[in-house]
């Protein structure tokens, strides 16, 4: 279908409303309370995964590297890091984000614009955070059982920030799906996570990892993309909307010492309206800071009890951002947020109208690709 994006938007607008339908939301599961303090030890950990050397970040914690593992992004970014760490009372399981504005906006509209991936048993997820994961799960949940047997005594913790928020989310679901880890002590801390997955892999995060938190500072723009579909609220569209796990925690403020926040379990569950879903303008800015740490420079410089002077840092972070991404054969200039945000909301629209369309095509048309003829242009997710 080569068809004006506008149109694609406007038919999707004159369909919406025939193909909505409420699904029966599950319940959320009793007895798993949010620990400000782990959320906070979490960031440690996430933060640790964007450096190099992870060891100061480690050590101040008392918790040491077991493996760091390199995961295949895509054709932007040759590695990720995942850190698999033996903390005092948890082994950690922590992925790298993106630490530089133009690599997040170009990771976003990677992987707003590739198709989703169904996952047995789990549900779909977009293609790219499953394909980044896919090498490394194995290595990942065969050190995990070695460990576990180890310290049976130690829970598992999967975190992340960003982009690695959303492999962490994935990465956790999978190791759940196979371990059979009692939920109890498996912990899912991310930070700014987009969304992963459809509705159906929100319901299977919410049953195998009952035990999620997913903190959300302010108006973090990540937090809210790839874009879920509805009015005002976000709807699960027969599983055709990007719809975010639980359980959101929401910091209003700047995420200091004591300030508030709100554990959100309102409606749409998992997509609570009266949370960071409830504006309209998201901005980077608050994406890259949580608990008042810009948390890949904290990372990188060790995870310091005081945060590094604004001005001594700038240079070293430039330059280590260049050695870590020479090998990008894509560039991308710095561009004004409002102009990033625009993009990826142009992508982001463009692709569910077009996917969403190819749906109801499908639906409407029920015959089979392979009775020949005119292949009929099914879903990619
Ligand atoms: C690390 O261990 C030392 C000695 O046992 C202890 O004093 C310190 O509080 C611990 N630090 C953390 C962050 O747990
Ligand atoms: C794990 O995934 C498989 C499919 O690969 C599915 O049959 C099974 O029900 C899942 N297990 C759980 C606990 O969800
Ligand atoms: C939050 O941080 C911003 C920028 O650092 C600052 O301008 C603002 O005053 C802070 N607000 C509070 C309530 O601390
Ligand atoms: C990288 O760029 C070179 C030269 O433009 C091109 O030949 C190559 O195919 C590119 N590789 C990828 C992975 O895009
Ligand atoms: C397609 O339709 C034909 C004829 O109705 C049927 O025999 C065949 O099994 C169908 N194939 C699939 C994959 O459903």
């Not at 005092?88 to 690599?103: D, K, L, M, Y």
């Not at 890259?288 to 990188?300: A, M, Q, T």
């Amino acid at each position: 279908m080569h068809t004006h994006p506008f149109l694609h938007s406007l038919l999707l607008l004159l369909l919406l409303p025939l193909i909505t339908h409420c699904s029966i939301l599950s319940a959320p599961q009793p007895g798993f309370k949010y620990d400000e303090k782990l959320a906070r030890l979490s960031l440690e950990y996430a933060a640790a995964s964007y450096a190099d050397n992870p060891w100061p970040c480690l050590r101040k914690n008392n918790a040491s590297l077991v493996l760091q593992v390199d995961v295949p992004c895509d054709a932007v970014r040759d590695k990720c890091w995942a850190i698999i760490v033996d903390a005092p009372e948890h082994i950690v399981v922590a992925f790298q984000g993106t630490s530089s504005r133009t690599q997040l906006i170009t990771e976003l509209v990677e992987s707003i614009t590739s198709p989703k991936h169904q996952v047995p048993g789990i549900g779909s997820v977009q293609r790219y955070f499953f394909v980044a994961l896919e090498s490394i799960s194995k290595h990942i949940s065969i050190k995990l059982d070695k460990l576990r047997e180890t310290y049976p005594k130690k829970s598992v913790l999967f975190t992340g920030h960003s982009l690695g928020g959303a492999l962490a989310s994935l990465a956790a679901a999978e190791y759940a799906n196979c371990s059979g880890i009692d939920p109890s002590s498996l912990y899912l801390v991310t930070f700014g996570q987009p969304r992963v997955g459809n509705h159906e892999y929100a319901q299977s995060v919410d049953r195998l990892v009952p035990n999620t938190w997913r903190i959300v500072h302010k108006y973090d723009l990540v937090a809210h993309v790839p874009y879920c579909v509805g009015f005002r609220t976000c709807q699960d569209f027969l599983n055709h909307s990007p719809y975010h796990h639980g359980t959101e925690v929401w910091y209003p403020t700047n995420m200091s010492e004591h300030d508030i926040y709100k554990v959100c379990d309102g409606l749409p569950l998992d997509e609570d309206a009266s949370c960071s879903n409830d504006h309209l303008l998201y901005t980077i800015d608050d994406h890259l800071r949580y608990f008042d740490r810009h948390v890949s420079d904290y990372g990188i410089d060790g995870c310091p009890v005081e945060p590094t002077p604004p001005g001594t840092r700038k240079t070293k972070k430039t330059k280590k951002n260049q050695a870590r991404y020479r090998n990008l054969n894509r560039t991308l200039e710095d561009m004004p947020e409002m102009e990033a945000i625009a993009m990826i909301t142009e992508v982001a629209m463009e692709r569910w109208a077009r996917d969403y369309l190819e749906y109801v095509w499908d639906w409407w048309h029920r015959r089979n690709t392979t009775g020949g003829g005119e292949e009929l242009i099914r879903p990619s997710w």
